[in-house]
């Protein structure tokens, strides 16, 4: 008798991964929302784009009027799309632009970090706000605003446990660095600063790098260029800024941190998101890229931080967040102060 054969039919894969038809919806909103923050912010130059979609996350998570199915992408958004969009901030730096501005201004510029850093780190003990959060204020507005937040956010906090601190971080860090577009142009003149000096001021005191766009054009032309300059060269410390805490996070690791199979959980000295921030600013120092390509990489970048906002902002839950406090935006004011602080002495030095 012969062996009967079964022909089962080959399982037939699905027309579309699993992974996209998951994530595709929540992402396109996140982007959709991005490009019309976008579209405000090139309408409204004062307006961020940023806190346009973090608004926009927040208010729609609060209604209600995201579906379920949207999260897994509205999540990748807030995670994946924020460390590219770091990435993508590293085509702005010029390294022999940034060494351009001498070894005494580039000084002036470690101790605006180290020193806006360390002050709000203590400010924010002394005001009892909570460890994880002060750090991400304390970076944010010290080194370059939102993305310093997420790229501090990927190293103390990889698992998005504590997202409710990256959200009120970045949205203190947009508001206040906003106010800053008219403070510095209104104070400098009052101080007496020459517009390149007070280009330089503006750098190292405004926390995003578009905010400083906008005040350096308030100042002019002599000093928008040396603004942008000193900015970007504070942008270039976010790296060996997170390979320190992230060097800080595997000791705690190695130490104390053990996952279900006995061994510690031990982050990278530099997260990849830093190392293709690096490979950006080395492509854009040493390789001879397209006007076209720089412009649309610029484009990019910050319609994914804006995508990553809004993601940010459906994680928001506004009654949680009434219960932060006011202590978190004390400390955000006295960060501002403290950083326009350093700033200003330091280029009244320098000269």
């Not at 994946?80 to 201004?105: C, T």
């Not at 709000?120 to 944010?140: E, Q």
């Not at 766009?213 to 002019?220: D, K, M, T, Y």
């Not at 890229?289 to 459906?314: D, K, Y």
Request: glycine share 14%.
């Amino acid at each position: 008798m012969g062996t009967m054969k079964l022909h089962l039919p080959a399982p037939a894969g699905p027309r579309v991964p699993d992974v996209l038809r998951t994530l595709a919806p929540g992402t396109a909103v996140a982007l959709a929302v991005a490009g019309v923050a976008y579209g405000i912010g090139l309408i409204a130059p004062g307006v961020s784009p940023m806190l346009v979609a973090i608004v926009v996350g927040v208010v729609l998570a609060n209604l209600g009027w995201l579906p379920d199915r949207l999260a897994p992408g509205i999540d990748f958004a807030a995670k994946k799309l924020l460390r590219a969009g770091i990435v993508f901030l590293g085509l702005h730096v010029v390294l022999g632009e940034v060494l351009a501005l001498g070894a005494p201004m580039l000084l002036v510029v470690v101790a605006i970090v180290v020193g806006g850093i360390g002050g709000t780190l203590l400010l924010g003990r002394l005001l009892g706000v909570r460890p994880g959060l002060r750090l991400l204020i304390a970076c944010g507005f010290s080194i370059c605003g939102a993305a310093a937040v997420a790229g501090v956010a990927g190293v103390t906090d990889p698992d998005g446990e504590d997202e409710e601190d990256t959200v009120t971080a970045v949205a203190l860090v947009v508001i206040f660095g906003t106010l800053m577009i008219a403070v510095v142009p209104l104070l400098a003149p009052v101080l007496g600063l020459d517009p390149r000096t007070a280009g330089r001021w503006a750098g190292g005191s405004i926390h995003e790098v578009a905010q400083v766009v906008a005040a350096g054009g308030l100042l002019g032309p002599a000093a928008l260029t040396v603004a942008v300059l000193v900015k970007l060269a504070r942008v270039l410390m976010l790296a060996p800024v997170v390979a320190v805490l992230s060097v800080q996070a595997r000791r705690r690791a190695a130490t104390g941190d053990r996952d279900v199979r006995g061994r510690a959980t031990l982050p990278p000295i530099v997260p990849p998101f830093v190392l293709g921030f690096l490979v950006m600013v080395l492509l854009r120092s040493y390789a001879p890229l397209p006007e076209v390509v720089i412009a649309g990489g610029a484009a990019l970048q910050t319609l994914l931080l804006t995508a990553a906002m809004f993601g940010l902002g459906c994680g928001v839950r506004v009654r949680r967040l009434i219960r932060v406090g006011g202590r978190p935006f004390l400390l955000a004011g006295l960060a501002t102060v403290l950083v326009a602080s350093i700033a200003y002495a330091g280029v009244t030095l320098v000269g």
